[in-house]
C-alpha cells in the first residue's frame, strides 16, 4: 500500500521561509516521479513543482520560479519543497503526489497516490 506523509506547514508572515516534507512508503521511491500540487479556497488544484525519479529534471509553475525548491532524498524515501519568499497568495493546501514512472509529470493524471495535505498559511 502507498502512503505519503505531509509535514512542514504552518503559519508565516509574508517574506518568510516554510520547508514542506514527504514520505513515501509502498514504492520504489528512486523510479517514481514526485509532484507538489497546492488548492486554495474556490480554485483548482494546481501544479506548484515537480521532480523526475533520479531527480535530473525538475519544474516550476511560473508563480514560484526563484523562489521555490523542490528536492528529493531516494535513500529517506522523502521529498521536499523548499518556500521562500512567501506571499499571501501562495496560502493553500499543500499535497505532494507520487506517479509510477521516474518522468518528470506535469500533469495531474501522472499522479496516482496523493498525500492527505498540509495547511499553508501567509500572513501579510
Known amino acids: 500500500q502507498v502512503q505519503l506523509v505531509e509535514s512542514g506547514g504552518g503559519l508565516v508572515q509574508a517574506g518568510g521561509s516554510l520547508r514542506l516534507s514527504c514520505a513515501v512508503s509502498?514504492?520504489?521511491?528512486?523510479?517514481?516521479?514526485m509532484g507538489w500540487f497546492r488548492q486554495a479556497p474556490g480554485k483548482e488544484r494546481e501544479l506548484v513543482a515537480a521532480?523526475?525519479?533520479?531527480?535530473?529534471?525538475?519544474y516550476y509553475a511560473d508563480s514560484v520560479k526563484g523562489r521555490f525548491t523542490i528536492s528529493r532524498d531516494n535513500a529517506k524515501n522523502t521529498v521536499y519543497l523548499q518556500m521562500n519568499s512567501l506571499k499571501p497568495e501562495d496560502t493553500a493546501v499543500y499535497f505532494c503526489?507520487?506517479?509510477?514512472?521516474?518522468?518528470?509529470?506535469?500533469?495531474?493524471?501522472?499522479?496516482?497516490?496523493w498525500g492527505q495535505g498540509t495547511q499553508v498559511t501567509v500572513s501579510s
Open positions: 503526489a507520487t506517479g509510477s514512472s521516474g518522468n518528470l509529470g506535469v500533469d495531474q493524471t501522472d499522479y496516482d497516490y
Open positions: 509502498g514504492r520504489t521511491f528512486r523510479s517514481s516521479r
Open positions: 521532480i523526475s525519479g533520479r531527480a535530473y529534471i525538475t
